[in-house]
């Protein structure tokens, strides 16, 4: 019989858990989670990106912005030509395509030659945030500084005028629902053949390119993969907290999720998702009370955790567990 | 032609002190491949520390010249803490330097408040060119890059410490079995890269708003230069902060301040798709 590896028993645990949750707290901590499970989601992608297929992408809140701003014009009727477009559905087709298009086009640009690299690879990333956020601020279609208000919340009609889940039970099992089935989905894909080559390229790129893999494909494909994945979780996000802000696009979302990432553990996506769900409670249990002192412990708590724990902290559990069962 | 003359002089001045923060960034980078996330938080603590010391009465000039040794004694507690503990982990020094620039940055908001503070300029006259005044602040500090730069030049290539540091640029290994004290060299050339930085952040105190998450603004085009530009020589990241820099202020003369940082972006990707090993190496390789 073949073993469950760590990371899916800590898996396992973690849905297990909060699939209780919301019998043991009060209903709008379980809205908050619901939140929390967008973010975990976009940790997913950036886990998949960087520690799976070692593209370090400081950027990665331009496909989750492009994913937000994507889902609130299509649920906001401001598709041009189309007045009458509002269904949540094609919102989440466009947030897909929109940011897994624009991911692949970008690593199109990217992986072109030898390939930007490593460090390089980030500081462009970086450059595209802060670009887009830019963009957006000074873009009137989508609202300016002030963004776009009032995106109305998931619909289940067709084109809307369905079931609205707004209450925070439903969302929290829906939004937990579609978590766990990407993770699992991303778990398999990184198990598969495809996944395989990706981690093989991770290693050795060379090596990689020597054995008869089309690199340069590969990274195209797995950033895609990655775009669209933070995409589904922009959209996810601003159907719930209904509201699409510059700030969702830019440079300090992207540096949030990838300390996320890396407290949580980059090498096992688990391990980035409740990295997400964990600091995300923490910051609204402890924010109210240390201030601006907040962000100040998370930067050295990350800087901490650079030095001592380079696997992140869920990581490192998982790397324990793994030498205790053997 | 006045108008001309201008957006010539302050696109001068934008691309020297560029130049300036690429090179700080680029020597860090080539002698230690460490990839300073922070270079510009700590550009930024060079405009605060100029504002807090003429805050407290001291001249102008005199707070201008501490500010870098400021910087540069904060670079090397933050060397000594951090940043070589993760010398061995290439992309962790990435993780590590970032941060350090979030907690720079949240200790300048938690010191001095996350609202913009300005430097008034000092009282250098203006001089007239080509028909129109100029203020001459600007002139000094075209000057004072000029200078640093050259200066730097000089280190590199004519004492016994650039010969050293050019030794642990082309091979850290043998430098360090001919007996080079690398620990020592990492130390000083991480105070003096962020020294630059300080430099370029006091010299351009009274011409920007000073607030806390201004840095990123000159991190990301310092990066863009040096990709440019091309690393393993100090000449690369200076073509390619004169070149980011004269694209950048040009078009912003010309068009928005936005539209110009688009153009930058996309000439520099477009640049480095087709020259990946930057303009000035990629001569040096093929001879």
Known sequence: MARLGSQHLL???????????????????AGDFAIYFAYALFAVSLAFAWGHV????????????????????????????????????????????ASGGAAWLLGWFFFANRGLKGAFFGIVTLALAFVFERLAINSSFLGGLNGLMSVPPINLGLNGGGLEIYDPIPLYYLMLGVLALVLAGMMAVTASRFGISLSALRENELRALTLGHDVRRLKMRA????????????????????????????????????????????????????????????????????????????????????????????????????RWRR | MERLAIALLDSSNAMLVLMLVSLGLAIVFGLMNVINMAHGEFLMLGAYALLSLTGWGLPFWLAFALAPVIV???????????????????????????????????????????????????DAGTITLAGSPYPVYRLIVMAIS??????????????????????????????SCLGIDTRRLDRITFAFG??????????????????????????????????????????????????????????????????????VLIAAILV?????????SRRRREA
Not at chain 1, 63 to 91: D, E
């Open chain 1, 223 to 322: 950033f895609a993969l990655s775009g669209a994945i933070a995409g589904l979780a922009g959209a996810l996000f601003v159907t719930q907290f209904g509201f699409a802000s510059p700030s969702l696009i830019g440079f300090s979302l992207s540096a949030d999720v990838l300390i996320w990432v890396a407290l949580g553990g980059r090498h096992a996506l688990i391990a980035a998702a409740l990295g997400a769900i964990a600091v995300r409670f923490l910051e609204s249990r402890l924010s109210s009370a240390l201030g601006a002192s907040w962000p100040m412990a998370v930067g050295l708590f990350f800087i901490l955790s650079v030095i001592f724990f380079p696997n992140g902290l869920f990581g490192e559990l998982i790397v324990r567990l793994d």
């Open chain 2, 272 to 280: 480095i798709r087709v020259f990946p090993n930057g303009l000035v």
């Open chain 2, 146 to 175: 000029l200078v640093t730069i050259a200066a730097t030049f000089f280190v590199f290539f004519r004492t016994r410490f650039g010969l050293a540091a050019r030794a642990v640029i082309a091979n850290r290994d043998m430098a």
């Open chain 1, 11 to 29: 898996a396992l645990a973690a849905l297990a858990l909060f699939l209780v949750l919301p019998l043991l707290v009060a209903d709008w901590v």
């Open chain 2, 194 to 263: 962020t020294g630059l930085a300080g430099l370029a952040g006091a010299a351009m105190a009274p011409l920007i708003s000073i607030d806390p998450g201004a840095g990123v603004g000159w991190l990301v085009p310092a990066f863009l230069s040096i990709l440019i530009g091309g690393l393993g020589s100090l000449s690369g990241p200076l073509a390619g902060g004169a070149a980011v820099g004269a694209v950048d202020s040009l078009t912003s003369a010309v068009a928005s301040p936005v539209f110009a940082q688009l153009v």
């Open chain 2, 72 to 122: 540069a004694g904060i670079g090397l507690i933050a060397e000594e803490l951090v940043i070589r503990r993760t010398y061995a982990r290439l992309l962790d020094t990435i993780l590590a330097t970032w941060g350090l620039s979030l907690v720079l940055r949240q200790g300048l908001v938690l010191t001095y408040g996350p609202g913009s503070f300005a430097v008034p300029v000092p």
């Open chain 1, 54 to 97: 070692g593209l370090l992408s400081l950027g990665h809140a331009v496909y989750f912005g492009i994913g937000a701003y994507a889902m609130s014009v299509v649920t906001l009727g401001m598709v041009p030509g189309l007045p009458h477009l509002q269904s949540t559905w094609v919102g989440f087709a466009a947030a897909l395509l």
